[in-house]
Nanobody
Framework: QVQLVESGGGLVQAGGSLRLSCAASGRTFGSYTMGWFRQAPGKERELAAAIIWRGSSTYYADSVKGRFTISRDNAKNTVYLQMNTLKPEDTAVYYC???????????????????WGRGTQVTVSS
């Protein structure tokens, strides 16, 4: 199966920035839709951002739109999440997820993703 490893999390003050990275194994990374989910304590895991496998479309949750940017480098088998103007409510464990090809219709549903990283902690202090 595809292995996903997140990195780049940490502690940052409100208003600051972080860039998360997700390194993926496999020879067909460019054919996977990639998502960044996050889960705060006591909260449901939710999609923050996703990028469709063809690389031309992105999705953002309303709560992060305008502040987060998802991107990918297929040559490096890596997907990124640039997080700017961070807020305390962004505090969560952030998970990288992948599904082969995938579809825009099922983008927001975690059940549609087949592969998951173990997560990286992001803590935003006030």
């Amino acid at each position: 199966q595809v292995q996903l490893v997140e990195s780049g999390g940490g502690l940052v003050q409100a208003g600051g920035s972080l860039r998360l990275s997700c390194a993926a194994s496999g020879r067909t990374f460019g054919s996977y839709t990639m998502g960044w989910f996050r889960q705060a304590p006591g909260k449901e895991r939710e999609l923050a951002a996703a990028i469709i496998w063809r690389g031309s479309s992105t999705y953002y949750a309303d709560s992060v739109k305008g502040r987060f940017t998802i991107s990918r480098d297929n040559a490096k088998n890596t997907v990124y999440l640039q997080m700017n103007t961070l807020k305390p409510e962004d505090t969560a464990v952030y998970y990288c997820a992948a599904v082969f090809r995938g579809s825009a219709l099922g983008l927001r549903n975690r059940q549609n993703y087949d592969y998951w990283g173990r997560g990286t902690q992001v803590t935003v202090s006030s």
